[in-house]
């Protein structure tokens, strides 16, 4: 295990609805990244967070938000949720300036299902 | 668009052999590089990173880079079928911010 966790870890929401997602980072880690997983597909980067702003983007609509707290913790949300973002949303924490500082390790993941 | 491409396979290889993985990368400015494994249903898993051209050995797992032919390879000896899963190639892209996954291979390793 990694020691970063995830919260919840199943979800069903319908169409339009709204959802928050919560990651722990690993202790001693404070930069988080939060992926995307459709089913027969690699990850694909939303985005990360360090010192409380975000820290790069991937390829994703506003509707995709995040915030990262003090204590490293991080929450992505989405809006207006549609059908196609039903996938395994994966957190990943790193320690940036550590001596490995782009190593990512992934927590458990939330699968959310779309309605 | 940075892109990571791997063959999907199956890569199918009995109990004991050499299973070879194979990933080619587009953007010259990423220097680091990731093998996870993912079993269904699960979350990636680090095996190796390897940032130096060469080969770098862990156990059962070397990892070879080529950055001039932007090539990423893994090897598993002793393949057990406990190997079975999807491996996933990751390089970190030029801003150090994020893993660019490719799709992944899916290695089963029969008995």
């Known amino acids: 295990e990694t020691g970063v966790t995830q919260s919840p870890t199943h979800l069903i929401k319908t169409r339009g609805q709204q959802v928050t997602l919560r990651c722990s980072s690993q202790s001693g880690h404070n930069t988080v990244s939060w992926y995307q997983q459709a089913l027969g597909q690699g990850p694909q980067f939303i985005f990360q967070?360090?010192?409380?702003?975000?820290?790069g983007r991937g390829n994703f609509p506003p509707r995709f938000s995040g915030l990262q707290f003090p204590n490293y913790s991080s929450e992505l949300n989405v809006n207006a949720l549609e059908l196609d973002d039903s996938a395994l949303y994966l957190c990943?924490?790193?320690?940036?300036?550590?001596?490995?500082?782009?190593?990512?390790?992934f927590g458990p993941g939330t699968r959310l299902t779309v309605l | 668009q940075k892109e990571v491409e791997q063959n999907s396979g199956p890569l199918s290889v009995p109990e004991g052999a050499i299973a070879s993985l194979n990933c080619t990368y587009s953007?010259?400015?990423?220097?680091?590089f990731f093998w996870y494994r993912q079993y269904s249903g699960k979350s990636p898993e680090l095996i190796m990173s390897?940032?130096?051209?060469g080969d770098k050995e862990d156990g059962r797992f070397t990892a070879q880079l080529n950055k001039a032919s932007q090539y990423v390879s893994l090897l598993i000896r002793d393949s057990q079928p406990s190997d079975s899963a999807t491996y996933l190639c990751?390089?970190?892209?030029?801003?150090?911010?994020?893993?660019?996954f490719g799709k992944g291979t899916t290695l089963s390793v029969s008995s």
């Open positions: 967070y360090y010192r409380e702003e975000e820290n």
């Open positions: 990943a924490s790193t320690n940036r300036g550590g001596k490995s500082t782009d190593t990512q390790y």
């Open positions: 990751a390089a970190v892209n030029q801003a150090g911010t994020a893993l660019i």
């Open positions: 390897i940032y130096s051209n």
């Open positions: 953007d010259r400015g990423s220097q680091s």
